[in-house]
């Protein structure tokens, strides 16, 4: 396909080449890690993505993916002693 009545290729309309930015994740998101997010698989009941969903917005995360990016690097810790679940830092990269 040509470029033809101001039509651009799938791909290469201007506006989605500025998208195509180095250092940028493919979909022109910068990488807040310095890695590519990968798509993975769990197996949730759907009370326990409610509760998770539930946790995220508490914390101001984005989404479910972005709580458990938080935890697993110790920025959201969990006190299985008193149940408590203490932000040592928020999701945006404030102190609560």
């Known amino acids: 396909m040509t470029e ?4 651009y290729k799938q791909g290469k309309h201007p506006n989605s080449l500025k998208n195509l930015v180095p ?4 979909s022109g998101r910068k990488t807040q890690y310095g890695s590519k997010k990968k798509k993975r698989g769990i197996y949730l009941t759907d009370e326990s993505f409610d509760n998770l ?5 508490k914390y101001g995360c984005s989404s479910v ?3 458990l990016e938080k935890f697993s ?3 959201i810790l969990i006190d299985a002693t008193s149940n408590l679940i203490q ?3 928020d999701c945006e990269g404030t102190e609560k």
Not at 4 to 7: D, N, P, V, Y
């Open 4 to 7: 033809t009545g101001g039509k």
């Open 23 to 26: 250092g940028v994740s493919g």
């Open 53 to 57: 969903t539930e946790l995220a917005q």
């Open 65 to 67: 993916s972005d709580l």
């Open 73 to 75: 690097r110790g920025m």
């Open 87 to 89: 932000s040592v830092e």
